[in-house]
């Protein structure tokens, strides 16, 4: 190898590093996507502690370790953590919160990205969405949908749900889906007891420590890409663990009669079928012989 190809396998791959990590480049689903694990979410960034709750029992998480739709994770005192979604969103747990990935979409259309915040405070950096897909962070009563923007959402049996904007526009209404009304960049709007509140415009000091909140999460954000490359062989490490424990979830919803939600085997959708009034998947090629069979004794009147 000559010294020039050398400088050159050199210089080419740090451009193209430099224009991944540029700030006008977002990260796509093909970006995020890790071959060697299903990663709907993955941690990409951990200060202090959090769990997930594995068949009841919770344990620690760790960073770079990637999460499926069903999770359930929570942080401890002074802790955070940042969640990178399939589709290049962020999802960052503030301090002693508790939260559901109820489903994990890639941002295509039609897909559906549902988090559901049990307590405390998340701030969700949402990529913008292609046509009819959606984005939801439900709390108890209340939901805030979007299409791509910067959002807080905080939940508290108190104080009820309160969703505060950084940037773009979040519908909040309830979960029927019957009353939702916007909040506008700066504002603030609670629902809480069952009536949406007024938008009222934060104050320069609260629209300040919103910002100051959530700078390290926001920073973090920008850093994805860059970052969840370097957690790439810690991820590798934790593929067997991770598709171990999802094995031992499945089989506890089997033995337990949840729906997992995912793609259901043959014998699944056939037992469906046949409580639905139809036939099995297999039976169909038969029943389709039988009416061509059928229609060759007895044509209809027009091809006499």
């Known amino acids: 190898m000559t010294l020039r190809r050398l400088r050159l396998g050199l210089v080419i791959p740090t451009l193209l590093g430099l224009f991944l990590m540029a700030p006008g480049h977002r990260l796509t689903a093909a970006d995020a996507a890790n071959p060697d694990a299903p990663n709907a979410a993955t941690v990409l960034n951990l ?56 489903s994990l979409g890639d941002g295509q259309a039609g897909s559906e990205t549902f988090v559901g915040l049990v307590n405390g405070l998340v701030n969700a950096m949402v990529e913008h969405l292609k046509p009819g897909a959606r984005f939801e962070v439900n709390t108890d009563n209340a939901v805030a949908a979007v299409k791509g923007t910067d959002f807080e959402v905080s939940a508290s049996a108190d104080a009820g749900a309160a969703v505060t904007v950084n940037n773009g526009v979040v519908q909040l209404g309830d979960r029927a889906g019957m009353h939702f009304a916007p909040v506008a960049p700066g504002e603030q709007r609670v629902f809480f007891n069952g009536r949406l509140g007024l938008a009222r415009r934060l104050r320069a000091d609260e629209f300040h420590a919103f910002q100051a909140r959530w700078a390290r999460a926001h920073a ?60 099995p998947a297999a039976r ?21």
């Open 47 to 102: 200060e202090g502690s959090a769990q997930i709750q594995e068949d009841q029992d919770w344990r620690a998480l760790e960073e770079g370790e990637p999460l499926d739709a069903g999770d359930r994770v929570r942080t401890g005192a002074d802790s955070s953590l940042h969640l990178l979604l399939a589709d290049g969103s962020s999802l960052v747990l503030g301090p002693n919160s508790e939260a559901t990935l109820d």
């Open 284 to 304: 169909r090629p038969e029943q389709k012989r039988r009416a061509q069979e059928k229609r060759r004794q007895d044509p209809p009147k027009h091809e006499n």
């Open 220 to 279: 973090w954000h920008q850093d994805r890409l860059r970052r969840f490359q370097r957690l790439r062989p810690l991820m590798r490490a934790q593929r067997r663990r991770f598709m171990q424990r999802l094995q031992r979830r499945r089989a506890w919803h089997q033995r337990m009669g949840v729906n997992t939600g995912h793609r259901p085997g043959l014998a699944a959708r056939e037992g469906r079928q046949q409580r639905r009034g139809r036939r």
